[in-house]
C-alpha cells in the first residue's frame, strides 16, 4: 500500500464508500490497534517494542511474517491472511514485493568484475570479535591514534527500501561483507562501495559474517532471525549450503556463528519470551542451543542444548492453557573458541520458566569436537523473565511465579591470556558487572567489578573487548536518563578500575522513552591504543585507552548521499560495533531494535586524510 493508496483508503472511509475489502482492512486496522497499539503506537519508556516509526522501517514482509509465523503468531489469531497483509502493508507504507529493489542488480554503482583472490590474507576484520577469542581487539588496525582525529568520511551506502541498518561489516580481500534486516546480504568494495553482488536469505540477518574455505571455494557463513544457517560463495554470492538450525517457530539466531577448523558453530537464540505472556500460548517450550556443521558440507555434526531436558507440561493456566518448563537459557552473542583446551564457550540469557534452570545467565563450556557439557559458571540464579510481566511476585497468566531482573547476556565470553600466561574469560552483564573467570578451573571466579547501574535495558549490553592490558566495558543504563551511558576500563589481572569516561549530559523529560540517547548499548572495539564506542543517539567517539580521554566524535545521525543512489539516514548506534581494517573504519548507523533511538539505514566507511 503506498502513500497514494492510504490516501485513498482514508478517503473512501471518510466518505463512506469503503469496498468489501477495505472495509475488512478497516477492520484490522481496529483490531492492530486494540491488540498491539498498547506496545507499539505509544511504547512505554521502558519497554522494549519497536515503535510506529521503526516498524515502517521494515519490509511489509518482515511484518507479515511476524504475523503469520513469526513472534506475533498468537497476537495475531483470527485475522485472515487479506487483513495480516493490509497490516502489513499500511504500517510500512509500501507494498508487499518492494523489497525486491534490494537487489544488487538494481543498483546503479556495481563494481568492475575483478577476482576475488584469496580473502584470508591482507587487512581483514572477519566474524564477530575479529579472533576465536571474541576480543574486539583489532592489532593489525592500520590506523594510530595520532591519525584517528583525522578520520573523514570516505563513503556511504544505503540500505535500499528503508531497510534498517542490521549487522555488523566483515571486511576481507578487499570487500565488505554486510548484512541487512530485509535480508539482503551484500558484498561490496571496501575502497568505495560500490557493489559486487547481493544474496536474499529467508530473513532478517543480523549476524557478522565469517569468511572462510568451503572445499575449494571461499565461502561467506552466517545465519538469519528465522534461525537458517547459510553459506554462499564469497566471491559470486551463490547458494553452497543452507540448513534450519532449529524447528522451534520462534526460534532465531542473533550471535554470530564461529568458524573453526572447518566447523561452523551456530548459536540459537528465540523470541518467545516475547510471545510467552499471551494467556493463549502454550509457555514455553524454548531451549538455546549451540549446533556444530561441517563447513564445506553442511551436515550437522553435533547439537547441544543449553537446557539438557526437554521441556515438559507443569499446569495449565486460568483459561486452560498448557504451560511446560523449564525452557530459556536463550544465545544471543557469538560463540568462544579455546584451541588450546578444545572447549567452546557460549553465554546465555534468561530462564522463561520459573524456577529458572540453573543453566540460564551462565557461561557454559562444551568439548570443541563433541559437544559434551563440560562445566557452567551461573551468575544471576532464579532469573526468570518475560517480556510485560513486571518483576517480582506475580499471579498472571504465564509469567513465571516470581519474575527475575532480566539480567542475561549479549556478550560473547573474551578468552584473554595473560603476561604470566594466565588465561581469563572476561565478559559483561545486563547486571552491569564485568567478571573473570577461570578456564582452567571450571570457571571459578577471578575477579568481579561494577561498572554500571544495570536493568533489563540497561548495563553492559552487546559486546565488550579486550587487549593486552586492559578489558573495556560500555554500559547502557537506558533507564538511568540524562546519566545513561559510560565506558569503564579495567585491569584485566585484578579487575581495578583503570579509567571510566561519561558521555556529556543531555536534556532528558521524566518519561521520555528516548531519553536514553546516551546509551552505550553497542558492541564496542579497540585497536593499539584506542576504542571505540557508540550511543543511541548516533554518536561514536573514539577514546584514548591510556585515560578515556575523548579523541575523535562523528555524529551519524543525519541524512546522507550515497554511493549506491539510495536515500540514506543515520540513527542509533546499538547491537553491532565498527570494525577496524587497513587503515579504515566501518560502521552501521540506525539499529533501534530496542525501542530506544531513531532508525536509520546506512553503512559508513571512513579512512585518513
Sequence with gaps: MTRASLVGFVAAVLVGTTSPVQAQAIQALGVFEQRCGTCHTKPAADSRAPDRDSLRQRTPEQILDALTTGSMKVNAEGLTDTQKRMIAEYITERPLGAALAGQASAMPNRCAVRPLGDPLTGPAWNGWGVDAGNSRYQPAAGLTPAQVPTLKLKWAFGFPNGSSAYGQPTIAGGRVFVGSDNGFVYALGSANGCVYWSFQAKGGVRTAISIGKAGSRYAAYFSDVKANVYAIDAETGAMLWTRSAESHPLARVTGAPALYNGRLYVPVASFEEGSGPNPKYECCTFRGSVVAYDASSGEQVWKTYTIAEKPKPTKKNSIGTQMYGAAGAAIWSAPTIDAKRGVIYVATG??????????????????????????????????????????????????????????????????????????????????GAAWAIDPDKEGALVWERKVGKGSALGGVEWGSAADDRYGYFATADAQAGASAGGLSALNLATGEEVWHATPPPVDCKAGDRNCAVQAQSAAITVIPGVVFSGATNGMMRAYSTADGKVLWEFDTAHEYTTANGVAAKGGSLNGPGPVVAGGMLFMNSGYAYLGFGAPGNVLLAFGIE
Excluded: E
Design 350 to 431: 534468561d530462564a522463561y520458566t520459573f524456577p529458572a534452570a540453573d543453566t540460564s545467565d551462565a557461561v557454559m563450556a562444551f568439548d570443541l569436537k563433541t559437544g559434551f557439557p563440560k562445566w557452567t559458571h551461573q551468575f544471576t540464579p532464579n532469573d526468570a523473565f518475560l517480556v510485560g510481566c513486571g518483576s517480582g511476585p506475580s499471579t498472571r497468566d504465564n509469567c513465571p511465579d516470581t519474575v527475575g531482573p532480566d539480567f542475561d547476556f549479549g556478550n560473547s565470553p573474551i578468552l584473554r591470556t595473560l603476561p604470566n600466561g594466565k588465561s581469563l574469560l572476561v565478559i559483561g552483564q545486563k547486571s
